[in-house]
């Protein structure tokens, strides 16, 4: 009895709101053997909360599949969340005794401790300013506490976090696209690069700096990726032409 | 025992040979001195002299002490300490809530580096521990959860329902079977309700 996969299959694809509800009561059985009955396992992923002996969906979006036996809601959102583990862009807001605060976009300003770059110790301060961009990943993200960042990994190797951002256009997308852009084989990245160079550091609070040779071309960088949020890749990549087309 | 009277800290009572000073009472210059605002008794011990003391409310509060198992109920937790409001001192509740605080190295009695207080504590929490230190005037109490009947009692899980303990360092909540980290309690079996 495939009543479990079936109930989620058939709603692939589709838009699914909060409060719907999957339930699995097992049926009764007849026959009273319990053989009829068959365990399966299902990963519910974001989106989804346990109730008991139902599945709630608890954010708005398209359900999504991965095999085997995974699930989960695909939503768009543009406010952050700070979670464990996530590279993000801040930008530093204050610097007091040990710490710097760093804004991420989020409902609290995270904390940076001045130890937590690569080479730093007491005697040998980092040079970092208020209003620096910083990419730093979260130790401590929930939230019940302040969250805290560091620009290190466990080695102690900065593994490309820390200030960056000389020159280059700093702007605000949505996490979607975000998630998107940072897909092991991004569509939207390769198109980019056919147009003409540019570096571009992704954060995952939304926020996406860019920087090309010229500022004219930074600024359609930057135009291009706000605008295809909303487009299909064909509708992306006969806009890529006609731009590539149009500034050479 | 005379009629209730009011008092004033500082205001002269009655001088030493008319009375013993008791709670809330100062001896100097042969006087008796009123240290706390609330009302004036007098008691008749049994001993020549009778016992004067200033109250605030007509029961006299019992305080927490040093060694005293009290009940708290987590307000804030920080990566260094979580701050807590002392509900009980034993079994008797106060009427005043007392803030104290569980620093880090306090809640474990072993690997007390390794110890995170979000996988100890969360807001919210009903906590049994121990009164170390009264701590002077600006500092709360300090506790301590560093013995196995001491820690989180009741915890109630992300999606609000009341969890279950499974382990010393894990509860569970019935409703999305999820597990959550916290210092769990042993608490005595006599103590728990069927």
Redesign the interface.
Known sequence: MDTVHARFKEKIGEVLLPGDVFSFRLPEDGDGDGNNIKTEKIICGPGF????EEVQVCKSGILRHKQPNLYWIDSQQRRYVPAKGESVIGIVTAKSGDIFKVDVGGSDQASLSYLAFEGATKRNRPNVQVGDLVYSQFT?A?K??EP?LVCIDSCGRANGMGVFGADGLLFKVSLGLVRRLLAPQSEIVKDLEKIFPFELVVGMNGRVWVKAKTVQQTLIVANLLETCENMTSQQRQTLFRRVAEGSL | MSPMKLCVPGERLCSTEDCIPGTGTDLRHGYIFATLAGYVLRKNEGEELPVISVVRETEAQLLPDVGAIVTCKVT????RFAKVHILYVGSTPLKDRFRGTIRREDVRATEKDKVE??KSF??GDIVLAKVISLGDVQSNYLLTTAENELGVVVAHSE?GAQMVPISWCEMQCP????KEFRKVARVQPEYLQA
């Open positions: 909360r346990r109730n008991g401590i929930n019940d506490m805290e | 804030s937790i920080n990566p207080t979000y969360r807001p999606a409703r999305t079977h999820a």
